[in-house]
């Protein structure tokens, strides 16, 4: 039985814990990492990982070696906290041919240790415990947890599959006095959803009206297929001043582990943030910010490539499992997926998940993480298609072991 906890000022026996503080009571809502134990067991078994997005193709030519070259040329020292000037301004060029938005990036761009600080400093920026905060579901994990960790509350607006489309009453419904930010994520994680200028012009009438802002994650705004096109809610009219846009070069150029990302906000929400950012962290590895600066100029030729070639990585996964009895939801855009596994017959997709580990040694993540309420996708699964050919193919012969409507027993005969 754990001891008492002690009033303020009483003094602990040598030796003792320390109380629970109001700190580790907030940090009790944040769940842990639950793609972490589906990650350790599919490698112990030696699993082909289709679960993670730890992108898998070669980096492009000529990008590590601007890293090498920005080391040896002595860029090794404190940055501007806020970034390189250069790759600032690399940052708002792209913004301005990618998207048509001027930029500046003396007052406008933010540079952050990966998305994912970029994110958490974003949104710690603007809300505050109490604070309302609108996220679409399925969703990505994390944004999840930053919400709670800063004591916010979240509301829940639904993606319905096949399209993840949300319905514009229910997402109205969800704004109120207290809503102070609405997370959109595009192209989505884990759905591959892309927003549309009608979903986000809906969005800005709302944010204006309930005085709110936009936290956008963008990380895979060049990977979108089918002929649409990635739009940032900077491009948008009524969200330019009241979005705080986040994106970075982990996904796009493979190279998730140098960790630069980036904020482009209207300048009175850079204040805010990088009054944050600086508390965070003294600055981002300055070769990698000189390197980096060079590789944002590989242009839209590169950026239609990439496309192409994950829609193709894209079909070739729906080809190789719907024969097998999943169901696929191809995405919009994003190296992600969406499966249901109802036809298997598991009891949800956790089990199938480690059943498909221990069997045919091949990991995907169980849907429910993707939902804050319990019991939610509990038939779906995400798959990664940023895989290589022989990845892709191996994982096809692996896969050929599943029976539809078995309970997961191999395939007879």
Request: glycine content about 10%; some cysteine.
């Amino acid at each position: 039985m754990s001891p008492a906890p002690t009033a303020p000022g009483q003094t602990l026996q040598p030796g003792a814990p320390p109380r629970r503080h109001a700190a580790a009571l907030r940090l009790a809502r944040i769940p842990e990492f639950a793609l972490g134990e589906i990650m350790r067991a599919g490698q112990r078994a030696g699993a082909l990982d289709l679960a993670l997005g730890i992108p898998e193709l070669p980096v492009p030519a000529g990008v590590r070696e601007a890293a090498a070259e920005a080391i040896l040329h002595g860029n090794n020292q404190y940055a501007n906290t806020w970034g390189v000037l250069a790759l600032r301004e690399a940052v708002a060029a792209k913004a301005r041919a990618c998207q048509g938005v001027e930029v500046d990036p003396e007052t406008e761009v933010t540079v952050t240790c990966g998305s994912t600080e970029g994110f958490l400093s974003a949104l710690s920026s603007v809300v505050a415990a109490g604070d309302e905060v609108l996220l679409f579901e399925p969703l990505y994990e994390p944004h999840l947890s930053a919400v709670l960790f800063l004591g916010a509350v979240p509301r829940i607006v639904t993606l319905h599959a096949p399209a993840w489309s949300f319905d514009p009453e229910e997402l109205a419904s969800a704004f109120g006095p207290r809503t102070r930010a609405v997370v959109v994520n595009t192209p989505a994680n884990p759905t591959g959803k892309v927003f549309t200028r009608g979903e986000l012009e809906l969005i800005g009438a709302l944010c204006e009206r309930w005085d709110a802002v936009c936290v956008s994650d963008e990380i895979y705004e060049h990977m979108v297929f089918d002929g649409r096109e990635h739009l940032s809610p900077l491009a948008v009219e009524t969200l330019r001043a009241r979005t705080l846009s986040v994106s970075g070069i982990s996904k796009t150029f493979r190279v998730s582990g140098w960790r630069i990302g980036y904020v482009i906000a209207a300048p009175q929400l850079t204040r805010g943030l990088r009054k944050v950012h600086d508390l965070a962290t003294a600055g981002v590895a300055a070769p990698l910010q000189v390197a980096a600066a060079r590789v944002l100029g590989a242009g839209q030729p590169y950026y239609l490539e990439l496309a192409r070639d994950h829609q193709e990585r894209r079909r070739r996964l729906v080809e190789l499992l719907e024969p097998l009895g999943f169901t696929c939801h191809p995405a919009q855009g994003s190296c992600f997926m969406m499966a249901e596994v109802g036809a298997f017959g598991f009891p949800d997709a956790e089990a199938f998940v480690h059943h498909l580990i221990r069997t045919c040694r091949v990991a995907m993540a169980p849907g429910g993480v993707f939902y804050a309420a319990p019991g939610a996708g509990r038939q779906t699964v995400r798959v990664c298609f940023a895989k290589t050919d022989a990845t892709l193919e191996e994982a096809a012969v692996r896969l050929r072991a599943l029976a539809p409507g078995t309970g997961g027993a191999p395939a007879v005969g």
